[in-house]
């Protein structure tokens, strides 16, 4: 279902009281579509927890079509047994919103679809603290952990009763259940793994990574950027037309890709940030996203594989000026060698500006969130849209 502009306006006005008067009767381990918490915090407490136990219990569930199939029924008696403040009006709209769903489902694309989504939630999340585990939900991602593996089982049982009585089914290719964190510990009940996988990002006892569905995703958009500047328009553009002191198309991939990571934030912003010659970075790009994300050994690996990727486009990139007769050993970044690649663009002066077509860097960019969360929170660093975003990729 499609809305309108006016629809779309009444339904972030609506949002944004309904918020305001009810924020206290929401779980404080349910984490999305809030303007006081978010996905950070839920990393955050979950890695805090991990890190300080030898081993943890932990069930991971998922909800198939979450926004589609909880019963209307069901939503509107949250409403009432949680004691959430909803004016006749408020009622009013949030029915209308939800009237032509035929008993079930929740529009999407509104903002008064995420208070739903919540509210939805009530029950399951109250009963899950009285169990006395710990859990982060995130509309349909869900995640439990305990140092009792009993009380994980009984916050399973709940999980499947409110499937039942919500209409929402649990989706079991995605929900690899009940399983033990730990480093060394062998178990024969349930099965061990050393990190666990919520909202895009691999969690362990001693660090945050990407999980491998965005690394993919990452990989894949890098080397669309890096493929689309410098091996495409070979394909339909005289290659001699784009060419002079340094490589045209080479810095636009560099700046393309800088802007995907970085947000709009420079390398010499970077830098002063570093040394603490500013005092403030506007931090936006894909790392807003994933401030947290610290495995070094993984953000190194990335930085590696792009040097390869930009490395080996070039070559194809050479080759194909040598095929057309045109020498270019005097035009940067050319000759490429990967040893020595690194290097040459950090040096280069390209519009007299030092630095200005220095490769990304993962690691780098994650020091200045690091440095970032310190001074500033998490609140701070992390992009404001976190809210709508699909960690999944």
């Known amino acids: 279902m499609s809305y309108q502009l006016p629809d779309a306006a009444v339904s972030t006005l609506i949002y944004r009281k309904l918020i305001r008067k009810n924020r206290q009767r929401f779980s404080s381990y349910s984490y999305a579509y809030r303007n006081d918490r978010n996905a950070h915090f839920a990393i955050q407490d979950l890695y805090s927890y991990l890190s300080n ?5 932990v069930a991971e569930y998922d909800f ?5 199939s909880i019963l209307h029924d069901y939503l509107f008696v949250q409403l009432d047994d949680g004691a959430f403040n909803v004016s006749e009006v408020e009622k ?3 029915d209308a919103f939800i009237s032509n769903r035929s008993g079930k489902g929740i529009p999407q694309g509104t903002s008064i679809s995420l208070f739903l989504a919540n509210v939805s939630c009530w029950s399951l999340d109250r009963q899950l603290e009285e169990i006395g585990v710990r859990f982060a939900r995130y509309a349909d991602d869900l995640i439990v952990w305990s140092k009792d593996f009993t009380k994980v089982c009984n916050a399973v049982n709940v999980l499947y009763d409110f499937s039942k009585d919500s209409g929402v089914q649990i989706n079991a290719n995605k929900s690899p259940g009940i399983s033990i964190i730990c480093n060394s510990v ?13 909202l895009g990002h691999n969690i362990s006892s001693n660090s945050i990574s990407f999980s491998y569905n965005v690394v993919d995703k990452i990989k894949r958009q890098i080397s669309y950027l890096i493929y689309s500047n410098l091996i495409q328009p070979l394909k339909a553009v005289k290659v001699s037309t784009v060419l002079g002191e340094y490589d045209k ?3 636009s991939s560099v700046l393309q890709v ?16 570093q040394l603490g010659h500013s005092g403030r970075l506007r931090f936006r790009g894909l790392m807003s996203y994933f401030p947290l994300v610290d495995n070094i050994e993984q953000l190194k690996e990335l930085d590696r ?8 486009a070039l ?4 080759k194909n000026f040598e095929d057309e007769g045109i020498l270019v050993s005097k035009v940067f970044p050319y000759p490429v060698d990967f040893q020595t690649f690194i290097r040459k663009c950090e040096i280069k002066s390209v519009a007299g500006r030092k630095g200005f077509a220095k490769i990304p860097s993962f690691l780098r960019i994650r020091n200045a969130y690091k440095k970032g969360i310190e001074n500033q929170g998490i609140e701070s660093v992390a992009n404001p849209k976190t809210v709508y975003y699909n960690y999944e990729l």
């Not at 136990?53 to 219990?57: I, L, T």
């Not at 198939?64 to 589609?68: G, K, N, P, Q, R």
């Not at 349930?190 to 990190?195: L, Q």
């Not at 594989?305 to 080996?312: E, G, I, P, R, S």
């Open 53 to 57: 136990e030898r081993r943890v219990f």
């Open 64 to 68: 198939s079509s979450f926004f589609d």
């Open 92 to 94: 009013h709209v949030i």
């Open 186 to 198: 062998a178990n024969e009940v349930v099965g061990k793994k050393k990190t666990v996988s919520f």
């Open 249 to 251: 198309a080479f810095i």
């Open 258 to 273: 800088r802007r995907y990571l970085y947000g709009d934030a420079t390398e010499l912003a970077l830098r002063r940030y």
């Open 305 to 312: 594989w792009m040097a390869n990727a930009f490395v080996n």
């Open 315 to 318: 070559h194809k990139r050479e």
